[in-house]
């Protein structure tokens, strides 16, 4: 069904950038940015922040597994010309097209998302980290299906639900995230 569909990926919209907005809780040392201000990322520089990330993580003994960075689209000019990115070539169609993961650079898995917090003219705060640091809840409470009240001959139904969710970062798990705050020149 066409609306369930656009409904999911509303949802699914939404939880994104909620999640995402929990850079906030990242441990202070995790934080990259050039003295407070967006670090100005180009093709020969990119590099170097996502593997100040792996160090930052490698430092809290973070595993080396399942992390990941979440970037603007903005992002993803310096870091394809950069050539230190290895495509997500063999699973393209599942993780590339569905999931918006673009790669893999410095042990991270990298992934696109428009609900990245921020602007490419005050800077943009990329999420990354481990699997573990943020402890995320979904649950649908309730549904229904409403029949048409408009046409009385007509087989269409309406489908309602409550979908209810909540995220934290507890104090420990802190230092397995961060955030780049940066833009592209």
């Known amino acids: 069904n066409v609306y369930a569909e656009e409904t999911t990926r509303k949802i699914q919209e939404h939880l994104d950038n909620y999640v995402l907005g929990l850079y906030t809780e990242a441990h202070n040392d995790n934080k990259i940015t050039n003295n407070g201000s967006a670090v100005v990322l180009t093709a020969d520089n990119v590099y170097e922040y996502f593997v100040k990330a792996?160090?930052?993580?490698?430092?809290?003994?973070?595993?080396a597994t399942d992390r990941y960075f979440v970037i603007p689209p903005d992002f993803e000019i310096p870091l394809l010309n950069s050539g230190k990115l290895t495509p997500a070539v063999a699973t393209a169609y599942e993780e590339v097209v569905l999931k918006g993961l673009l790669g893999y650079i410095a042990g991270f898995k990298v992934y696109i998302s428009t609900g990245v917090h921020g602007n490419n003219t005050n800077g943009y705060?990329?999420?990354?980290?481990?699997?573990?640091?943020?402890?995320?809840?979904?649950?649908?409470?309730?549904?229904?299906v409403v029949p048409s009240e408009?046409?009385?001959n007509s087989f269409t139904s309406t489908c309602k639900g409550l979908v209810a969710y909540g995220a934290l970062v507890p104090a420990e798990r802190r230092k397995a995230l961060g955030y780049l705050f940066g833009k592209v020149a």
Not at 125 to 144: D, F, M, P, W
């Open 150 to 152: 408009s046409d009385p």
């Open 54 to 63: 792996k160090v930052n993580l490698d430092k809290f003994k973070i595993p």
């Open 125 to 144: 705060y990329a999420l990354y980290g481990h699997k573990s640091a943020i402890c995320l809840a979904v649950q649908i409470l309730k549904t229904s």
